[in-house]
């Protein structure tokens, strides 16, 4: 599949540049800021389970994109945003079955993602041509379906519920340890306390 340049260099700069790191101080803003880049993820991952010809340079950032960055945002959730909002799942047993659901989703997604960074590199590392097999191209479908998916259930519901919820206190800690995922110091850090 041809793609259109514009299209293409929007696709790269979106999978290879985080969020500004000031965004950090403002730590669920920048969990949707990085679901923007999944989504875009979506369609890369589609694009090339479309196509008899995959863009090498966008197989080779959506494999660093998987390994990096995608893996870290769930490491955010999970250690982070999750555990911070398990209060309001304990007055609230439909938003517990919500958490429930998301971590189950994290852990098939794990699973998924880990065997489609394998068959990629094996796809970049190919000595023949660049052409997605049968099983790649379902692998990829897949995530790109259930990703989606899970991207509007944590945008429509669980974001908003945690900015209405989760205390000034949580959410500083919540961006020290997104901070710390990245290894970026916190502004001022060393007059503080
Ligand atoms: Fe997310
Ligand atoms: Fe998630």
């Known amino acids: ?3 259109v340049p514009a299209d293409r260099d929007l696709k790269l ?4 540049e985080s969020p500004p790191s000031s965004l950090l101080d403002d730590p669920l803003e920048y969990l949707i800021a990085e679901h923007a880049r999944q989504r875009m993820m979506c369609d890369v991952l ?6 008899d010809e995959p863009d090498k340079e966008l197989v080779g950032e959506v494999l660093n994109f998987l390994k990096e960055d995608f893996k870290r945002h769930v490491l955010d959730e999970e250690m982070g945003l999750l555990p911070a909002l398990e209060h309001v799942g304990q007055t609230d047993a439909r938003f517990r079955d919500v958490l429930a659901r998301l971590r189950q989703q994290h852990d098939e997604h794990r699973t998924l993602v880990t065997e489609i960074i394998s068959l990629l590199e094996n ?9 997605p097999d049968r099983k790649l191209s379902k692998m990829l479908q897949i995530f790109a379906t259930v990703e989606r998916d899970h991207l509007i259930l944590e945008n429509a519901i669980v974001l908003p519920i945690a900015k209405a919820e989760l205390s000034s206190g949580t959410l500083v800690k919540l961006s020290r340890d997104m901070m710390a995922r990245r290894s970026i110091e916190p502004e001022g850090e060393d007059n503080a306390e």
């Open 1 to 3: 599949m041809v793609q």
């Open 13 to 16: 700069k979106t999978l290879r």
């Open 46 to 51: 589609d694009d090339i389970s479309n196509s």
């Open 123 to 131: 796809l970049l590392s190919s000595a023949k041509d660049l052409v």
